[in-house]
């Protein structure tokens, strides 16, 4: 868990400790990273670590969560653009994010995605449309969820090659045998 305040102090820490993860990164794997190494890269100390967060897999719940509010707000802001620009700008900016998917995906708790994208998905503009059923909801945010993780866990599998451009026409041609198979 972490715990942010809107404090220019803790900000700036919050910041410095995101950076100092990074710096880790570079140069070993995100499961041999101890709070130390973060605190050390970051030029904070350990108290101010643990006030802020409560271990270094807390770093990467709260960078993806503010990856997923940068997505968000890109797409409440695209409403002059394709349906096609938006899905690959959107992508896009999850590709960019490359060391922090892998972090994920090596942190031993590879869940940080799907739960942070959950947890967005209950509190999104989806809920209490009126359009579907509270159920079909839940397969919705399932869904979504689930397309994503899968989508990041075979690009990284994949070294990284396909853009996004790629990755959407491939998963269009998937939607379509979907379709097939449940219509």
């Known amino acids: 868990m972490y715990r942010i305040k809107s404090d220019k102090r803790i900000e700036k820490s919050v910041a410095n400790i995101c950076d100092g993860l990074y710096q880790c990164l570079k140069e070993k794997s995100f499961s041999s990273i101890t709070v130390n190494e973060i605190t050390d890269a ?10 802020i967060f409560d271990s270094p897999q807390d770093i990467l719940s709260y960078l993806c969560d503010q990856l997923i509010v940068d997505v968000v707000n890109y797409l409440m802001s695209a ?7 938006i899905r690959a700008d959107s992508l896009n900016m999850w590709l960019s994010k490359a060391d922090l998917i892998s ?15 959950q947890k967005y998905l209950k509190s999104s503009y989806f809920t209490g449309i009126g359009v579907i059923t509270q159920d079909e909801m839940d397969y919705l945010q399932e ?16 070294n990284k090659k396909e853009s996004a451009e790629e990755i959407l026409g491939l998963y269009s041609k998937i939607a379509s045998i979907i379709g097939i198979i449940f219509n």
Do not use: E, Q
């Not at 970051?42 to 006030?51: D, E, P, Q």
């Not at 409403?79 to 620009?85: D, G, I, L, V």
């Open 79 to 85: 409403n002059n653009y394709s349906a096609a620009k």
């Open 103 to 117: 972090a994920i995906y090596n942190s031993g708790n590879p869940n940080i995605l799907s739960d942070c994208l």
């Open 143 to 158: 869904t979504l969820s689930t397309i994503l993780d899968a989508v990041l866990r075979v690009w990284l599998r994949h």
């Open 42 to 51: 970051a030029g904070v100390s350990r108290a101010t670590f643990y006030r």
